[in-house]
């Protein structure tokens, strides 16, 4: 049967375009959609009946259970897209799990399905709760994040890190801020890392904020910092933080680049530089691992490569 994965080689694109082909999105040209289109039917492409099956919530061991911090992120909603290719393509349903700040009630709520496997996106559960998902004897990957001892598919955020802080400096910015959410995280570890490594060879001076994710607040900080001392560069941890710090320095009229993370659709009608992330494609291939019956304890290691999408910005 082909997939869409078939598809896109043929044709010569991303496998988010030919989703994106598929579900008749509008933001993709129309000759690259109608030989996306015509691609599909020469290959018999058909999506099966998980969805129906999905829909009257017939649940069972075919079922790939999915913990998730929220759907409406545009990153994380890519990321389950690709999964939803992925499992729809080998007939399985997928369950959501919305981890919120309930991880011991999820956790116990997987642990009573009858799952064909696990995927744990992003989130940092605790040792305890990943112990409890390892014990199951359910096959276990982790997407957008690294774990010991387990299968992960993820970005190189330190990569990612590293090409924001050579498209500033590229740019000519010698006075440079990273703006990065107040929680810790393993991604925001990463990204820093790289950023604040090449900046350091370049020699080129860092300050660092960090604030609770939120564009209004990251516009009153970007806002408060230009007046306290003006800086020519910015990256920002992600791009609604970057939306918030752009509006402040446009209002200030100072020539500050900036450059987001994550790519998110907003970002190409906002004119807005940043890191695009090809969360389809891991969404993708880890619901691929897990629809391949992996065995349980699988260390699998599949690491991502970012990009940046310059817009001048």
Avoid: W
């Avoid at 014990?135 to 994040?145: C, E, K, M, N």
């Avoid at 929680?183 to 490594?197: A, I, M, T, Y």
């Amino acid at each position: 049967m082909a997939t869409i994965k078939d598809i896109a080689r043929i044709a010569g694109v991303g496998l988010g375009t030919v989703s994106r082909a598929l579900n008749g999105e509008p933001n993709i040209r129309p000759d690259t959609r109608d030989r996306i289109l015509e691609t599909a039917r020469r290959l018999h492409y058909r999506p099966n009946e998980s969805a129906r099956r999905l829909a009257r919530r017939e649940f069972s061991s075919a079922t790939v259970g999915i913990v998730i911090p929220v759907v409406s992120h545009p990153f994380y909603f890519e990321i389950l897209r690709g999964i939803y290719f992925a499992l729809n393509e080998s007939d399985k349903n997928l369950l959501v799990f919305n981890l919120g700040r309930y991880e011991e009630l999820v956790v116990e709520h997987i642990s009573k399905e009858n799952l064909a496997g696990i995927i744990v996106v992003s989130a940092g559960i605790s040792p305890e709760s990943k112990n409890l998902l390892s014990a199951l004897g359910t096959p276990v990957a982790y997407i957008d994040r690294y774990e010991k001892d387990a299968a992960c598919f993820r970005i190189d955020n330190t990569l990612g890190g590293n090409l924001a802080a050579k498209y500033l400096a590229g740019a000519g910015c010698r006075s440079i801020v990273y703006l990065g959410e107040e929680s810790p995280s393993q991604q925001q570890d990463e990204r820093l890392g790289g950023f604040r490594d090449t900046l350091k060879a370049a020699g080129i001076p860092l300050r660092e904020k960090f604030i609770y994710v939120d564009d209004k607040t990251a516009y009153e900080a970007v806002g408060e910092m230009l007046k306290e001392e003006p800086f020519d560069g910015i990256f920002c941890f992600c791009d609604r933080l970057a939306y918030g710090a752009r509006s402040a320095i446009q209002e200030s009229g100072l020539p500050v680049r900036v450059i987001g993370y994550d790519d998110a659709p907003a970002s190409q009608y906002l004119g807005l530089s940043s890191v695009r992330q090809p969360a389809f494609e891991i969404g993708y291939e880890g619901g691929i691992y897990i629809s391949a019956a992996a065995a349980p304890g699988d260390k699998s290691d599949r690491v991502f490569q970012p990009e940046v999408v310059d817009r001048g910005s």
